[in-house]
């Protein structure tokens, strides 16, 4: 399709979302495309019409501050609208009575809209009337409570899982990290699984002989141990890089000879070989022989063979294990299920199924919420995930006895949805763009629509080609992998031919201090900041003549200077090797006295300011702290030397500000 075409579809669309009221729409928004303006003209316009009041609309957006932002954005278009002078004398009823009853408007989050159905029928729903909502902090502290009561019952005879999970050096792939110990990388296990807790079907659990398997792995261990143990110089590199493998050999052959066989240990063991830098990818180093008898191409060809056998047990103990834990672990979740009941809690999980429950299996209830709610507006819709997706339809639905899912046909005009498959956070919470997708499709075969926004109204046409050449070829439609295609953005603004929009700043010393001429990451890391504080201390500077587009007080668009204020420096990680990223480009900035605000970024605490700030207060609370009434004199708040602060404390043996 050529731009005009995309651009032609594009206001079709927004004729559809602003007059055709009795059409069930899904409309994919791309970045920057008005999609809230376009779904509070929606909201409106069906105010204005009559077609449905305030107290029968219902908007779910994915924050509570979304949520806030579109209930003010509500209400100033509704001010506005019905300050007009032309405006119908009907219609300016409708939307006064809008405004006041907009704050009785059900615009939440849809765990918010979820928690106010089931506090309006709490008997029906089998829930405390007074329960309370746990944050997601104190639902975390809470099930490491029942985890813990559980792992000490389940350790007096620990079942299969259990027991080799403890064992485990390495994480288990899913969980807490590495740097966690068992029992905590099995509680964050635990944890996730209770996150999905109603997915209660048990997992695929293949036919996996630990026993045999282990013992040919330890065999076949042994001997490549024996083959790399006496290369001809000991200094091979090879040599080195197996010494990890001769070492796990040599302990598990001192534990054979004492008669013992530990399978849970070995299999740790043979798990964890495979993070082994040196194993997994060693070096061949020099000469055909590797030893008397042995050849370099021999024993690489038996290293290959045997890491190729380790990952593939490492795949296989690694389902195995996944499997027997999901069933083992229903335990702690039962019992984070009794801490919650005697609580009279509920977490967001909750608030989801018992709700789902509520309006599915109650036929009363569910017609008096679907007559309630007349119209439903979703944003965000690609963060979805099946149970609230599920609530959705069965509150849209046209036929009132229709409870299966797959089967509901939206009544005409009550579903307006927007999203952006590309935008989708995959997996946050058990969203899933394969909901989004399944949704849509379902719609459109009841009648509905799939609308396509593509104007964008946020950057200049350059930016947009440079985006749309970028993404194009990268995010290619593929339904097995849950990506969908890349939709091209329309320019609306026009080109400011005066400065360029895009511009690729080199890097001034991008090669490591090797003496080869070999582009490191760690030197770019190291370079750019500085780079970037340059940079922007000449585009700031007025005798450059930089500007941008700003929006005046009376909404007018103009180009005025260029200011600290509208430069942004986004960060694709805030941390590199532990080590706090943004710290060097704030210095960068500081030095050059730029004003500027970091939001974000992981060593907040750490910053020479917030110490001295939090040294000041602990000495102010405390005075009888003596380092940090030190800390404060020293520090840059007063700057006492050290000669005059180690003579007040001669004179006075203590260094109390009293």
Avoid at 418 to 427: E, F, W
């Amino acid at each position: 399709m050529t731009a005009n075409d995309f651009l032609a579809r594009d206001m079709e669309a927004r004729r559809a979302i602003a007059q055709d009221l009795d059409a069930t729409l899904v409309v994919e928004a791309a970045a920057g495309t008005g999609k809230t303006t376009e779904l509070v003209g929606r909201m409106l316009r069906v105010l204005a019409t009559g077609t449905a009041a305030m107290t029968e609309m219902v908007a779910v957006t994915f924050t509570e501050k979304a949520a806030g932002e579109l209930k003010l954005r509500l209400r100033e278009r509704l001010e506005h609208e019905r300050a007009r002078a032309e405006i119908d004398l009907a219609v300016r009823r409708r939307l006064d009575l809008a405004l006041e009853t907009l704050e009785d408007a059900h615009v939440n989050t849809i765990h918010g809209f979820c928690a106010e159905l089931l506090r309006e029928r709490p008997v029906e729903a089998g829930v405390d009337p007074l329960f309370t909502v746990l944050t997601e902090p104190q639902a975390i502290r809470l099930y490491h409570k029942a985890f813990d009561q559980w792992l000490q019952q389940t350790l007096n005879d620990p079942p299969d899982g259990v027991r080799r999970a403890l064992r485990r050096i390495s994480a288990l792939g899913f969980g807490e990290g590495a740097d966690a110990g068992p029992i905590a990388r099995l509680r964050g296990v635990g944890y996730q699984l209770m996150q999905n807790r109603d997915f209660t079907a048990a997992w695929h659990r293949p036919v996996f002989d630990r026993v045999d398997r282990i013992t040919e792995l330890v065999r076949d261990l042994h001997q490549l141990a024996e083959l790399s143990a006496s290369p001809t110089s000991p200094r091979d590199n090879l040599c080195a890089d197996l010494d990890g493998v001769r070492r796990l050999s040599h302990q598990i052959s001192l534990e054979e000879s004492f008669g013992q066989q530990d399978l849970d240990a070995w299999e740790a063991r043979l798990v964890d070989l495979t993070r082994d830098r040196g194993f997994s990818r060693p070096r061949k180093g020099s000469g055909r022989t590797y030893s008397a008898t042995v050849t370099r191409a021999d024993l690489l060809a038996a290293r290959q063979r045997f890491f190729d056998a380790v990952q593939q047990f490492k795949q296989d103990a690694d389902a195995d294990l996944a499997a027997a834990l999901q069933g083992e672990l229903i335990g702690a979740t039962a019992r984070y299920q009794q801490l919650k009941t005697a609580a009279g809690s509920l977490d967001f999980g909750d608030l989801l199924a018992y709700a789902r429950t509520l309006i599915r299996d109650h036929r009363e209830v569910r017609q008096h919420l679907q007559r309630k709610c007349a119209r439903i507006f979703v944003d965000e819709f690609q963060d979805t995930d099946p149970l609230q997706a599920e609530i959705l339809l069965l509150l849209a639905a046209e036929d009132p006895d229709e409870t299966r899912v797959d089967a509901i046909r939206p009544r005409p005009g009550k579903l307006f949805i927007v999203g952006d498959p590309k935008q989708a956070i995959y997996r946050f919470r058990g969203t899933d763009v394969a909901t989004y997708w399944r949704v849509s499709r379902q719609i459109e075969r009841g009648g509905g629509r799939v609308l396509q926004l593509t104007r964008s109204y946020r950057s200049v046409p350059e930016i947009q080609r440079f985006v749309n050449a970028a993404f194009a070829p990268e995010m290619v439609a593929n339904d097995m992998m849950l990506q969908p295609d890349y939709v091209p953005l329309s320019p609306d603004r026009a080109s400011y031919r005066g400065q360029p929009a895009v511009v690729a700043l080199p890097v001034p010393r991008p090669y490591s201090n090797r003496g080869m001429l070999k582009v490191s990451s760690w030197a770019i890391e190291h370079s750019l900041p500085d780079a970037v504080g340059a940079y922007i201390a000449w585009l700031v500077d007025p005798a450059n003549g930089w500007t941008v587009a700003d929006t005046s007080p009376d909404g007018t668009e103009q180009r005025v200077p260029l200011e600290p204020r509208h430069i942004a420096v986004l960060f694709r990680r805030f941390v590199s090797f532990k080590d706090d990223v943004t710290r060097a480009y704030t210095s960068a900035i500081e030095a050059r006295g730029i004003p500027h605000l970091l939001v974000g970024g992981k060593s907040f605490h750490g910053r020479e300011e917030v110490e001295l700030i939090r040294a000041a207060l602990a000495a102010i609370e405390w005075p009888d702290d003596e380092l940090s009434v030190f800390a404060t004199l020293k520090g840059s708040l007063f700057a006492f030397d050290d000669a005059l602060l180690l003579e007040f404390r001669d004179r006075f043996k203590t260094l109390h500000p009293f």
